[in-house]
């Protein structure tokens, strides 16, 4: 089984910056951040495919959000800055084994990853 545990979460200022850290163990190959907004769906925001390294965001956060991870010390990271009120939200990791890159870029439109932390909350004002 794969285990996550976010952290990081917490409130910031507009325009600030926030970084949230998620600690993953057991096997995966696909690892993404989503958040959910009080009465909105599941939103898929960034995921990296460690097969290759490729990378995808939401529009809503290219050039603002980065994911990245850590192997060595087997941490998922989610950097956030130029921070909006639209990005509060709780947010989750996730991770899944995938077999490919392109399975990965679904999964994150779809949130169809079959492991999840269990969430931090992000607070923007």
């Known amino acids: 089984d794969v285990q996550l545990v976010e952290s990081g979460g917490g409130s910031a200022q507009i325009g600030g910056s926030l970084r949230l850290s998620c600690v993953v163990s057991g096997d995966h190959r696909m690892v993404a951040w989503f958040r959910q907004a009080p009465g909105k769906e599941r939103e898929g925001v960034a995921a990296i495919y460690t097969g290759d390294g490729s990378t995808y965001y939401a529009d809503s956060v290219k050039g603002r959000f980065t994911i990245s991870q850590d192997n060595a010390k087997n941490t998922l990271y989610l950097q956030m800055n130029s921070l909006k009120p639209e990005d509060t939200a709780s947010y989750y990791c996730?991770?899944?084994?995938?077999?490919?890159?392109?399975?990965?870029?679904?999964?994150?439109?779809?949130?169809?990853?079959?492991?999840w932390g269990q969430g931090t909350q992000v607070t923007v004002s």
């Open positions: 996730a991770a899944d084994i995938g077999y490919s890159a392109y399975r990965c870029w679904r999964a994150l439109l779809r949130a169809d990853f079959g492991s």
